[in-house]
């Protein structure tokens, strides 16, 4: 840092960070002032701040949720602010999770731009920002680069009137002690801190945001709920997040929250999972949210866009969000939108099929039970009662799982002995069994295959890994058997709906207890009028896709 200021930006009094002389003479350091001068200061902070991450240890990092927004995505949403009416040049900004100033640096850009346009003296406006410009986070050394990033960026008026600011930029826990300012901020941006929370954590907090904690909640969850309470009415929140708390389970409560107090004016959907964070592959949304006057809703409406990884936006168009907790169905692409809009109009749910969703019960790291690398294992080991055990690695698209006689794969056991103990992990009853844990990368999110019914009959049933979600048959005569239903989940438009209204990689239970199918008679007289099952889907549906 000291090195990258003697460099691009003299005069400004020196950062208050550890220095060690015999450090900035190495080839390396100088190397890297170089290119930190050549690639722009906005670049330049971002790898800066990076740097200190990873030279953070791995725990220490991962605790702290490390993870800055890179100026692509920053500049994209700013922009997205700009074109919902926020003025630069007028309003209060804080971010309760600033990191290394990646939206304070280029809000403050954004303000002195605004204010000197309407002739605002150099002095003036360095005080404007230093009063209209906040934030906070757990960590110091990021304050303190947070502080000098902001210095830089006005480098030239502090250099002209002699004046530094002293930037309300401090070191807190953003989660307890911002109570001073709760509806007094006119716009709040943050990347939050995104991992599961400790029950340690939680007990302090638990009062204060008890109406979106559900079981054990994402760190991201409470601090979407501080952005909104840091509001005034009508004050907006620009947020970048991962994509779960559109769909998950457990931020059910936030959603409802979210409806009930916002109104989400935008929600940009990152095309790409790769290289937008570093070390970390996930989905990310853009939301723009407006606080509004609480009052119960029974739906919101948002507009969405399709965001690249450097920033650009393309409209897709909007989507209404429901209430009550249920999942929020996000097109994905302009081709989406009508898909979303027919489709989530069905009534039918995988329970009007006759059938019901668990996920494997066998956890191999904790699972105590005899386990076997083959028959012939567990018939030496005399055992009592041993049932195959089905992985997601048995599972392959519109298949049938097959079972081998024995183990291909490092700790994958073949089998289990249930003993005389509980018997609630085995399914016993025809089934569609799906790969939980998937990728968008992937053809199809929805892989789907049959158990055969020789399982069944030979062992009585099977036990399914935790990777596995079984979809299992609880009605005598179903309206589709296990084959044909895995052939239904295996179309396009079911698989594409599905994507619309999963927010992770996980096939979850929840989701799919919400995905919209046809209506089974309509969809059984399609099944004779046409040659294929995508045809027949679409027929029932009624709905003809332009791409595919």
């Known amino acids: 840092m000291r090195g990258w200021c003697d460099l691009s930006f003299p005069g400004l009094p020196e950062p208050p960070l550890p220095y060690s002389p015999s450090l900035s003479v190495e080839s390396e350091v100088s190397e890297f002032v170089a290119l930190l001068d050549q690639i722009g200061f906005l670049d330049a902070t971002y790898w800066l701040s990076s740097s200190y991450a990873i ?33 630069f040049g007028s309003q209060s900004f804080m971010d309760p999770a600033c990191g290394g100033a990646a939206f304070l640096a280029p809000i403050a850009l954004r303000m002195r731009t605004a204010l000197l346009a309407r002739g605002f003296a150099p002095r003036k406006i360095l005080i404007h920002i230093e009063e209209h410009l906040h934030g906070t986070d757990l960590d110091t050394t990021l304050c303190e680069l947070s502080k000098h990033f902001l210095c830089m960026a006005l480098h030239d008026d502090i250099l002209k009137t002699g004046y530094v600011p002293n930037f309300d930029v401090y070191q807190a826990n953003s989660l307890t002690d911002l109570v001073y300012q709760m509806g ?46 840091l509001l005034r009415d009508g004050g907006r929140a620009a947020l970048v997040t991962p994509t779960s708390f559109l769909s998950g389970q457990y931020f059910s409560r936030l959603r409802k929250f979210l409806v009930n107090n916002t109104d989400i004016e935008h929600v940009g959907m990152v095309s790409d999972r790769q290289g937008v964070f570093m070390d970390v592959e996930q989905e990310t949304a853009l939301s723009v949210l407006r606080r509004r006057v609480e009052g119960d809703r029974a739906h919101a409406c948002a507009s969405v866009s399709v965001v690249s990884a450097t920033g650009q936006y393309k409209s897709v168009g909007e989507c209404v969000l429901p209430n009550y907790g249920l999942t929020w169905p996000i097109p994905r692409s ?63 698209s519109r298949g049938v799982v097959q079972i081998e006689k024995d183990s291909k794969w490092n700790v994958e056991h073949r089998f289990i002995d249930l003993g005389m103990k509980s018997r609630s992990s085995l399914v016993e009853s025809p089934c569609v069994v799906l790969q939980r844990v998937t990728s968008n990368d992937q053809p199809s999110r929805l892989v789907a295959a049959t158990v055969p019914q020789y399982i069944f009959d030979i062992y009585g049933g099977f036990v399914g890994e935790n990777h596995v979600v079984i979809i299992e048959q609880v009605v005598e005569q179903p309206v589709l058997s296990p084959t044909n239903l895995a052939e239904l989940l295996s179309t396009y438009t079911v698989d594409r709906y599905f994507r619309c209204i999963s927010g992770a ?42 791409t595919k």
């Open 334 to 396: 302009v081709e989406d939108v009508a898909l979303v809009r027919k489709l989530g109009s069905s009534k039918f749910r995988l329970s009007d099929y006759g059938y019901r969703v668990r996920v494997g019960a066998y956890v191999w790291n904790r699972d105590k039970r005899p386990k076997f690398e083959s028959l012939e294992d567990a018939k030496r080991a005399k055992a009592c009662s041993v049932v195959p055990l089905i992985w997601s690695r048995d599972i392959s």
């Open 55 to 87: 030279l953070a240890e791995d725990s220490y990092r991962k605790k702290m949720a490390m993870f800055f927004t890179p100026v692509s995505l920053t500049d994209g949403l700013l922009n997205d602010l700009a074109d919902q009416g926020t003025d």
């Open 184 to 229: 007094k901020i006119d716009v709040v941006v943050c990347n939050p801190p995104y991992r599961k929370m400790t029950a340690e954590e939680l007990k302090p907090l638990r009062t204060e945001y008890a109406d979106v904690i559900d079981a054990q909640p994402n760190l991201y969850c409470l601090f979407i709920t501080l952005c909104i309470r």
């Open 505 to 546: 990689t996980n096939v979850s239970a929840f989701e799919l207890n919400q995905l919209a199918l046809p209506d089974p008679a309509t969809l059984c007289r399609a099944l004779t009028d046409v040659n294929t099952w995508d045809e027949a889907v679409d027929k029932a549906y009624q709905i003809v896709l332009e």
